[in-house]
């Protein structure tokens, strides 16, 4: 059986605009369903591309049954119905050929126009267009560039960054199939091959132009020309064009999923290349990235702000090349802030989806008086780089396993639930969940919009949102959350697991409802980062030594070893300083002390001596591991 497997599906609704992952695709005659099926022009009808308009990039696309939805850079929306679409067409060009294109609307121009700065219009590959490839002028092709799929193998990407300056991934290259478990541009060779229910003809070798040396996340130029400059010293051809993937047309129709095994049934003699490009650093012939430490300090570079509501952003990062997350949904992310010349250090829970691993978001509710929240509102702007420590947290533990989920948040609490609601639709997940969120007004409703989409995308997901201050043209639920509504709205309760985030009194009356209707104990799974269990006010304060590595002082009993490691200028990574996140985790290795939160501690971390330094004071002279 063979080794190689397909490890990325990805389509590109509107062309040159940003991709959607997924996990599995059914394949027409003219590629992935949906893939390149729209395109933006000029008046005159020629192509608009990335190329020429490098922000195109960054708008987000979002399938639904009856159409799209595209999502600004600015975060505003956009909905494409197909029903709504002009009959009229218009004759466009796509290098060169010639294409009947279907007319999208004068409204959708010019929302687009706007966006863009200038003129153009939205056209899709309707019912009278017709387009066929070159090579293989019995195949159809929408919008795409020539062919109807590409293909790249991880190996190929991981040979290139070997030799190239600057890394780069695969988003580069908007390819639609990513396979893996093969040797460096092994499908160089390949002439037929056999995915899920489709074969495909693999027809000509991909040429690559200089819209793949556009960062995908940022809309800049990647530096020193990469990754072109390299493949020109390695993969030029005859022609002087510079080929990275291989052109492939499907010879059926039908489904095929990551994971799922390629085939070869055919090989050919591959192309020959000159090969000046010497390789410069190790990627262990694997493509496999380093993986981002739970203690490792990195930069992230902020690369968009999206106002959700009138008091919450959404701040989005970009990951250092080379590096993985492989953070679980539910998981925090902790930022060092540049506050008043000190460094103060927040946890956010991740609100993007670790199924769309080009970046990684948070989403932030200004707080009244609230230092972080406030310093990242009026200051963090596109461009900006902060220093974080991987996600990390036990939240996520709710999501496990195949039991009915129910999601229960309010106000901000609802960004774990968004990662968790994003990731379960984007791998089609069969889980059974029910997302309840409760806001003041619709208009404190964060990501209202996307949640319903994910709806209708999802068979297996409902969305229940109930306001405590709705105003009068509210038709949905009302009232803050109650016994009343639990039971009316789900009957089945006690069988689900279920997950609570928001403030303390809503989480306190959640867990209270959910418990009377006959909840188990350890079904309920909370987040919360409330203020540290105080010091008892009768215990007598004496003084201690402190020994954190080489470093020893003298201390009291009654200060945490953060606050007194601080100020020492003992920097200990932290989060919510509240007992509760684990990111100041350290090593009790002689002496006592207070603990006064082990929520995040193992049993294991336990038996080890592991303590919070946030939430524990020393009893007698310590030694801590750091």
């Known amino acids: 059986m063979s080794d190689i497997q397909l490890s990325g599906i990805n389509t590109f609704p509107i062309k040159s605009l940003g991709g959607i992952s997924l996990s599995d695709a059914f394949v027409t005659e003219s590629g992935l369903s949906f893939d390149r099926r729209f395109m933006l022009s000029d008046p005159e009808g020629e192509l608009l591309s990335a190329r020429q308009v490098p922000s195109m990039l960054l708008f987000e696309t979002v399938l639904r049954e009856d159409g799209l939805e595209v999502i600004a850079p600015d975060g505003d929306h956009l909905s494409l119905r197909y029903p709504d679409f002009f009959q009229n067409y218009h004759q466009v060009r796509v290098w060169g050929t010639e294409i009947n294109a279907q007319h999208c609307g004068e409204w959708l121009d010019e929302w687009f126009s706007e966006k863009l700065g200038r003129e153009c219009q939205l056209l899709y590959f309707g019912e009278q267009s017709e387009r066929v490839t070159s090579r293989r002028p019995d195949k159809p092709v929408a919008f795409a560039d020539g062919y109807p799929l590409l293909v790249i193998s991880e190996a190929s990407l991981a040979d290139l960054n070997s030799r190239a300056s600057t890394q780069v991934n695969m988003d580069h290259f908007r390819t639609n199939l990513v396979v893996k478990g093969c040797e460096a541009f092994a499908e160089d060779s390949w002439k037929r091959i056999r995915i899920g229910e489709v074969e495909f003809e693999i027809v000509k ?61 055919e090989v050919k003699q591959p192309a020959q290349y000159p090969d000046n490009a010497p390789v410069i650093r190790d990627t262990n012939d694997s493509n496999s990235q380093e993986t981002w430490a739970a203690t490792q300090q990195v930069d992230l570079e902020c690369i968009r702000r999206i106002d959700e509501t009138r008091d919450v952003v959404t701040f989005r990062f970009a990951v250092p090349q080379g590096l993985s997350t492989d953070y679980i949904a539910g998981q925090f992310l902790t930022l060092m802030l540049p506050i008043n010349g000190e460094t103060v250090t927040r946890c956010y829970t991740v609100s993007s989806s670790p199924s769309r691993s080009a970046d990684i978001a948070i989403t932030v509710k200004r707080v009244t008086d609230g230092i972080a929240s406030n310093w990242l509102h009026d200051n963090l702007q596109v461009g900006d780089k902060l220093p974080a420590l991987a996600p990390q947290g036990e939240f996520h533990e709710g ?97 689900r697991t279920v997950m609570c985030c928001g403030p303390e009194g809503f989480m306190d009356h959640a867990k209270t409802y959910c418990r009377q209707l006959g909840l ?107």
């Open 205 to 265: 070798d991909c040429s690559r132009c200089v819209l793949t040396t556009i960062d995908p996340k940022t809309g800049q130029p990647v530096p020193a020309g990469e990754p072109i400059k390299t493949l020109a010293n390695y993969r030029k051809g005859e022609d002087n064009e510079v080929y990275f993937g291989q052109n492939l047309v499907p010879l059926n129709e039908g489904q095929i999923k990551q994971g799922d095994t390629v085939e070869v049934l």
């Open 399 to 495: 999501n496990t396993g195949n039991k009915p989920l129910l999601l229960l948040s309010a106000g901000s609490g609802i960004t774990p639930m968004l990662s968790i609601a994003r990731e379960l639709t984007d791998r089609n997940s069969q889980r059974d969940v029910v997302f309840y969120h409760q806001a003041r007004t619709e208009a404190d409703l964060i990501c209202e919009d996307e949640l319903l989409w994910l709806e209708r995308q999802n068979p297996n997901l409902k969305i229940i949102f109930s306001l405590s201050q709705p105003d009068d043209d509210w038709q949905g639920i009302k009232g803050r959350i109650s016994r009343k509504q639990l039971i009316e709205l789900i009957p089945d309760l006690p069988e």
């Open 520 to 626: 188990a104990e350890q079904q309920w799974f909370e987040e919360s980062f409330g203020a540290p269990p105080g010091v008892d006010p009768e215990a007598e304060k004496h003084s201690v030594l402190l020994t954190f590595g080489e470093i020893s002082f003298a201390g009291d009993s009654q200060t945490t070893l953060l606050e007194q490691a601080e100020d020492q200028g003992i920097m200990i990574p932290s989060g919510c300083r509240a007992g509760v996140c684990g990111a100041c985790k350290v090593t009790l290795a002689s002496g006592h002390a207070h603990r006064q939160s082990e929520i995040p501690l193992s049993e294991d971390e336990k038996a080890r001596g592991v303590v919070l330094a946030c939430s524990c004071t020393p009893e007698t002279d310590v030694v801590i591991e750091v």
